[in-house]
């Protein structure tokens, strides 16, 4: 499970993009996403994966840490 938020994280950092700006374009609060990231959280709508994989050009699997 860790994978997967430090990949959200890195990703993020990678782009530049605050985690309000992300949150806002995928459309979970900043605190939810702060959550995927240091892994008490994790998305359980598949939309919020798909939003998160398009933005950063990615798959699913990859955020997801396969």
């Given at each position: 499970?860790?994978y997967?938020?430090n990949?959200?994280?890195?990703?993020?950092?990678?782009?530049?993009?605050?985690?309000?700006?992300l949150?806002?374009?995928?459309?979970?609060?900043?605190?939810?996403?702060?959550?995927y990231?240091n892994?008490?959280?994790?998305?359980?709508?598949?939309?919020?994966?798909?939003?998160?994989?398009?933005?950063f050009?990615?798959?699913?699997?990859?955020?997801?840490?396969?």
């Amino acid at each position: 499970m860790r994978y997967r938020q430090n990949r959200i994280k890195m990703l993020r950092r990678a782009r530049g993009i605050t985690v309000k700006r992300l949150a806002a374009l995928v459309g979970v609060s900043q605190s939810m996403l702060t959550n995927y990231e240091n892994g008490s959280s994790m998305p359980r709508d598949q939309e919020v994966w798909d939003r998160l994989a398009k933005y950063f050009g990615v798959s699913v699997p990859y955020l997801m840490g396969f």
